[in-house]
């Protein structure tokens, strides 16, 4: 129990942090300043930072040891943070975001992540596993919004201390250094029990092999789906589409992480009835044809109200997507698991916006949603088909009793 609350405070921590960077970075390095061809290469510099510690995490992360890696990565982000606020060189900035694996998407898709949802499912019994992936993303969304609005604190530094705008952007992207900071006190108070013990090369088993291929496949195209959907573009749509102002679409999206951060109770309640994949298919799908009925949306008003009906199903399949992967793998086998279903996700997530920037750039501007929502159902479909028999240790019935005549 002790080891789960902590993890909670530190997802919560981390995600306050990755919500400020996200406004952030790009706004501090254009008041650098640089141009807008280095500022891409700055934000993929840090992506490409978290791709690389998330690898070695899978490889490593267990021999190493986990808390000494969580450690690790917060030491990692925090300096990372502290130069990006200090140097002014583009390369110098390149290597402060990688270092610091700073993440410009504004959402915790880290290496730190990889070794919590290993951890985790220890922390309960299969009963209590999905209610506890719920209450970890509930807490990752509160914290990313928090963040969303911490991000405002240069405005407040100006105003309230008098200083300059660039030096305001600066002591904010400290205090985003100081919150990696405060992650270790709770790592390092975490018990002997989230440890495993490891061979010197993380293995699977044959048919943990098989499903992890199956999965990481299926995750694969869900994540180019949503790699359509990127929060940036969505937004572009809808002021492109409907003329809506920054402010309406601020409060659009706001309204959408409050859903999204409901939504996950309600999945642990709903996977509790019809089970994980179940549920992972059956609410992600109207979400999908949801998706479209935005895309051809008359007006604004319309368009947000299905968006946030949207947003309240679309991340009902997190949690029971992470419970299911940690329940279906041995325990030792959970920080591989974890890692290769996160890099495959990563790595397709970072493929389809340019596609989708291109289709709206012709002015397809439905296109990218269309497109998106058309491989999510695809995605669900092969989901059910795959894995509809392959039931967690919860859903499965007792074991028969033996009959032996005596």
Known sequence: MTDRILLF??????AVGVGMIGVLLGLHLAAVPLDVAAIGVVVAAGLAGGALASLLVTLAGDRVGRRRTLVALALATAAGGAALACVDHPTALALAALLGMANGMGRDRGAALVVEQAILPATTDDAGRTRAFAWYNVLQDAGHALGSL?????????????????????????????????????????????????ASHPRVSPATRGILTKLSAL?????????????????????????????????????????????????????RR????????????????????????????????????????????????????????APEERTVASGVTSLVRLGAWAVAPSFAGLFMEHGAFAAPLVAGAAMKITYDLLLWLAFRRVQPPEERGPEPQRTDAP
């Not at 405070?9 to 981390?14: I, K, M, Q, V, Y």
């Not at 044809?289 to 604004?300: E, G, H, N, R």
């Open 9 to 14: 405070a530190t997802a919560f921590t981390r």
């Open 150 to 198: 911490a991000a405002g604190l240069p405005v407040v530094l100006e105003r309230g201390a008098g200083l300059a705008h660039p030096a305001a952007l600066r002591a904010a992207v400290l205090v985003y250094a100081a919150l990696a900071l405060a992650a270790i006190g709770p790592y390092l108070a975490l018990s002997p029990a989230v440890e495993h013990a490891a």
């Open 219 to 271: 995750f694969a195209l869900d994540a180019l789906g949503g790699g359509f959907l990127t929060t940036a573009l969505l937004s572009w749509f809808f002021a492109t589409r409907f003329g809506a102002s920054a402010a309406a679409i601020g409060a659009l999206f706001f309204l959408a992480r409050v859903a999204n951060a409901l939504s996950h109770f309600g999945a642990a309640w709903l996977a």
């Open 274 to 329: 019809i089970g994980l994949v179940n549920t992972m298919v059956f609410t992600h799908i109207p979400s999908s044809l949801l998706l479209v009925t935005v895309a051809i949306a008359p007006s604004f008003w319309i368009a947000a109200v299905l968006f946030v009906l949207r947003e309240g199903l679309v991340e009902m399949d997190v949690p029971t997507r992470q419970s299911y992967v940690m329940a279906v793998v």
